[in-house]
């Protein structure tokens, strides 16, 4: 799916309403239509006894009084008005529409007059792409109020206050922060980003009729990616295949005391179907693996002369990093795996030491990167977001090199210039070595021979998946633990594999 921008996604309303049989006040009766019962659904809604539709003077607050009036016969509604002398059309129309439903909206001339009470939902809808500065002034006093007021908020397209693509020049603390955000018809950029997309709470897209051929004619560098964007992607399995197609695979890390790390990665990788698996770890790990996972070959890095054991070996791929360290020693290591042309999976100190060594220019086409946010920080450096985000989509291109930048929804930047967000995944996985467990995913994809941008596509979301599955399992996100992804990795395989 695209992720288009605030000018396109006003170029594809605009398209719409002039070229099928639909009127823009009618597109926005489907909206509002679209949106209530999305929000009937959710458990926010449930259990509330009144509901506060706050509404602004363009179409997002239009939205708000389509929603108060059907909402009207089901609760008790309450809807408060910002002042203006420039209302757009349809906000005009549906303020007179829910006149006559019986609804007289209170005009919020200060922040006094809004009460929230505390077992209220509130409907969010006095902004939306239509934003053109920060706010300020009774715009922000009134965003502000409904942020200390600790009333549940379900924002109407996006949290008024926040920008849909970039928010590097706004002020968080005039963005509402919302519980659920129920958006129109394609995902907006800042919804999937930090430090905005954890404002918005849940989201949820809702389908408004927008012309799709007109969508699909757009240019966008940004897309989600979810089930049936990979499934194309997935490979299956020959029945007359044997375990040396399957692709050899070499891991390296597990130094010291960080020997759990190539474990888990391990048993990833055998999971995710690795035909041979060798990894080359501290003493500690190479004792524990054939414990822990005797299908894996296990080699003591004291003991194994990297170079020889590459030529002799002829791994397909090759992963460093998970317990890897950031000794000499290490360093060392990985200053030999960079020279390599085999495709190679770099997480955690294998991250660092590139920082710490400046090696970034001696990435290239065979490499994929996994950092999380603050490895990401070392490599690349601080900036606002959405330039950060920009610095990754160039160093991408630039360097050839595949980033998969870890997180709620996972950026992959590929070297021709897309980035996907992954849409699968949760914040049970936000536990130690579930990192480790993506590596092995990844391993054991590039042994297979996918490449590098499919494997780090395919393999994000198989973890991700697998961590849906874990979560449904086990009903506790706090439970969640990384062993627990690698159990349901069979799952997320047979998602891909069975038919749509
Ligand atoms: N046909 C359409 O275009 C559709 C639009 N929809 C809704 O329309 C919204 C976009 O509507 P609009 O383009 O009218 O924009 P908005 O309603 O988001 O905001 C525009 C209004 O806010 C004012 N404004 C902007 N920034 C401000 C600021 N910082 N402080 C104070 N006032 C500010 C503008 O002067 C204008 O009056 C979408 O988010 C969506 O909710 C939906 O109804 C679906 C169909
Ligand atoms: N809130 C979340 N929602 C979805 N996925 C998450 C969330 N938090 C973490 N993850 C995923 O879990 C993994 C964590 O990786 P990482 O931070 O490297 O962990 P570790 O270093 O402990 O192994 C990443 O793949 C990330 O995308
Ligand atoms: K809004």
Request: glycine content about 8%; overall charge negative; proline content about 6%.
């Amino acid at each position: 799916m695209k992720i288009l921008s605030a000018e396109q996604i006003r170029e594809a309303d605009r398209y719409t309403i002039q070229n099928r049989p639909i009127a823009s006040i009618d597109l926005m009766e489907a909206a509002a239509s679209a949106w209530v019962e999305t929000f009937l659904q959710s458990l926010l809604y449930s259990h509330r006894k009144s509901i506060i539709i706050v509404c602004g003077p363009g179409n997002n607050g239009g939205d708000g009084l389509a929603i108060a009036r059907m909402l009207k016969p089901l609760n008790n509604v309450t809807v408060y008005l910002m002042p203006s002398d420039n209302y757009s059309p349809d906000n005009l129309a549906n303020q007179q529409r829910l006149r006559e439903s019986g609804i007289q909206p209170l005009l919020l001339h200060t922040t006094d007059i809004l009460t929230l009470p505390p077992d209220a939902v509130l409907i969010d809808a006095l902004y939306g792409s239509g934003l053109n500065r920060p706010l300020t002034g009774l715009s922000a006093d009134i965003v502000r109020k409904i942020n200390a007021s600790g009333v549940p908020v379900a924002a109407v397209d996006l949290p008024s206050g926040m920008f849909a693509d970039s928010n590097d020049h706004n002020t968080l603390h005039t963005i509402v922060k919302a519980s659920l955000t129920i958006t129109f018809h394609l995902p907006k950029l800042a919804l999937l980003m930090m430090p905005t997309g954890e404002l918005a709470g849940e989201i949820k897209i809702v389908n408004i009729g927008l012309d799709s051929s007109f969508i699909d004619q757009q240019e966008s560098p940004h897309h989600l990616q979810d089930a049936d964007s990979v499934k194309v992607l997935y490979r299956p399995r020959s029945l007359w295949m044997h375990k040396g197609q399957a692709g050899r695979g070499l891991l390296i890390g597990g130094i010291g005391h960080t020997a759990g790390a190539v474990l888990l990665a391990s048993s990833a990788a055998l999971r995710s179907g690795i035909g041979l698996l060798y990894t080359a770890c501290g003493l500690r790990a190479a004792q524990a693996l054939p414990v822990h996972r005797p299908e894996a070959i296990a080699l003591d890095l004291n003991e194994t002369d990297l170079p020889d054991l590459v030529s002799s070996l002829e791994p397909d791929a090759i992963a460093i990093g998970p317990g890897l360290g950031t000794s000499q020693a290490s360093a060392e290591l990985l200053n030999e795996i960079l020279e390599y042309p085999i495709p190679t999976v770099l997480d955690a100190d294998a991250l660092n030491l590139i920082a710490k060594h400046r090696w970034l220019h001696r990435l290239g086409p065979n490499h994929l990167i996994t950092p999380h946010p603050k490895e990401a920080l070392r490599l690349f450096g601080q900036a606002k977001p959405f330039e950060f985000h920009q610095n990754l989509l160039k160093f991408s291109q630039s360097s050839k090199t595949v980033i998969a930048f870890k997180g709620r929804f996972t950026r992959i930047y590929t070297p021709e210039g897309i980035v996907w967000f992954n849409n699968s995944g949760n914040h049970g996985m936000a536990t130690a070595g579930s990192g480790d467990v993506l590596t092995g995913v990844l391993l054991a994809l590039l042994a297979a021979g996918y490449p590098v941008a499919q494997a780090a596509r395919l393999g994000v979301w198989l973890h991700g998946a697998a961590g849906d599955a874990a979560l449904l399992r086990l009903n506790s996100p706090e439970s969640l633990i990384a062993g627990d992804i690698i159990n349901h990795l069979h799952q997320a395989f047979h998602q891909l594999s069975s038919s749509t």
